[in-house]
């Protein structure tokens, strides 16, 4: 009986002292396990005589039946702990502070619109605004594109769907349909820049289904050709920072201009860059003519009262001329890194006083 006094005392030890759940399995192993010594002790009761069997039979197995309640609780207590364990190294410290927010920046694009915008105000432009989503009217009709003529699918046009009045709206291909709905809605003298998002059918390395453009109308009574140049020539010194800018016309047509031209900035392509105000190079900035007498007719003005030039031209392409952007997709790829690089600040929005860029 001694013998099982003290080999309890013994496991209970092992049991409560098990640290893990490995520790307390070897324990029950050693003692209950094939050769274990409780195990052993009960085969043992197979050789004892009747009476001996009497006494040590309830003792061996009273004492197997306290171990495994012993190693039981044990065991869960093990088991809870393990369990927290895996839970606090687990844990998601959601106390951690943010990692630090990228700070707004603003889109070069909209950057050389406000800069432009600011140019022409000092000129004494007003903006006019029309929709994305223009009717044929506006944004040809009116315009003097002949129906069915190809100057319209020049323009890849994206239609939406009929509408229940048999007709079909578009995106707006270019931001001459503001003219048109400036001269409807407001009586010459008119002087505006029409900011805003224009959409065509291409996608290339120098096209992207969405871009951006700024239209220009004057129109007075005695407005001419010479007042255009001047405007656009100051207006690029301006905005590219630097008299050297030059500039030249070349004959060209749109429907809605006569005379019609484009107009080329100086530039330097020598080394791999781009550079304005130097060289000896062209490059193709804008279109601009003198507004097209049905153009004026079609708006309810009279053209033996009314004349003026109007203009247009893509800014995105303009931010990059500017701002050394190489590739016109970047533009479009809503990426933070380069917007990081690119962008401006947007406390420092251009204006007459502090300056451009
Ligand atoms: N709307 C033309 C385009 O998107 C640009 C343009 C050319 C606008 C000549 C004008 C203009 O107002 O007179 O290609």
Same mark, same amino acid.
């Given at each position: ?13 092992? &049991? ?5 759940? =490995? ?26 005589? /009747? ?10 197995? !009273?004492?197997? @039946? ?26 998601? %410290? ?5 990692? /630090?927010?990228?700070? !707004?920046? $603003? ?19 007003? &903006? ?7 009717? @044929? ?15 319209? %699918? #020049? *323009? ?23 003219? $048109? ?42 407005? *001419? #050709?010479? +007042? ?14 630097? %008299?050297? $800018? ?6 060209? +047509? ?13 530039? @330097? ?11 000896? @190079? ?47 997709? %970047? #533009? ?15 406390? =420092? ?9």
């Amino acid at each position: 009986m001694t013998d099982l006094t003290s080999l309890e005392a013994q496991l209970t030890a092992a &049991v409560t002292g098990a640290i893990d759940l =490995a520790a307390l399995d070897a324990v029950r192993v050693a003692a209950l396990g094939k050769t274990g010594s409780i195990s052993n002790l009960l085969k043992s009761l197979g050789a004892m005589s /009747p009476d001996e069997r009497k006494t040590a039979g309830p003792a061996i197995n !009273g004492l197997r @039946d306290k171990i495994q309640g012993l190693i039981a609780e044990r065991k869960a207590v093990l088991e809870g702990q393990a369990l927290e364990g895996k839970l606090a190294a687990e844990r998601l %410290d959601l106390t951690l502070p943010a990692p /630090p927010r990228r700070k !707004g920046q $603003v889109h070069p694009t909209m950057q050389a619109f406000d800069e432009l915008i600011c140019i022409f105000a000092e000129l004494g432009f007003a &903006v006019a605004e029309g929709p994305d989503i223009e009717d @044929d009217f506006h944004n040809f009709t009116a315009l003097n594109f002949p129906p069915k003529h190809p100057a319209r %699918d #020049m *323009h890849d046009t994206f239609f939406l769907q009929e509408g229940p009045d048999g007709t079909r709206k578009v995106l707006r291909t270019h931001t001459s349909p503001v003219q $048109v709905r400036t001269m409807m809605s407001q009586s010459p003298p008119i002087r505006i820049v029409a900011p805003g998002r224009t959409y065509r059918k291409d996608s290339d390395q120098t096209h992207t289904p969405m871009f951006h453009q700024i239209e220009g109308l004057v129109i007075d009574r005695d407005t *001419h #050709m010479g +007042h255009l140049k001047w405007t656009l020539e100051t207006v690029l010194a301006r905005y590219f920072e630097t %008299d050297a $800018v030059t500039t030249r016309f070349r004959p060209h +047509h749109f429907p809605f201009t006569e005379p019609s031209a484009e107009m080329d900035v100086g530039c @330097d392509r020598s080394g791999g860059g781009l550079k304005i105000g130097q060289g000896s @190079d062209w490059l193709e900035i804008l279109g601009c003519g003198m507004v097209h007498p049905n153009v004026l007719r079609n708006c309810g003005l009279d053209p033996d009262e009314w004349q003026g030039f109007a203009f247009g031209f893509g800014v995105d392409r303009l931010a990059m001329l500017k701002y050394g952007v190489p590739d016109l997709r %970047d #533009m479009f790829a809503a990426d933070t890194r380069w917007l990081q690089h690119y962008g401006f600040s947007a406390f =420092a929005a251009p204006n007459p006083a502090s300056g451009l860029s």
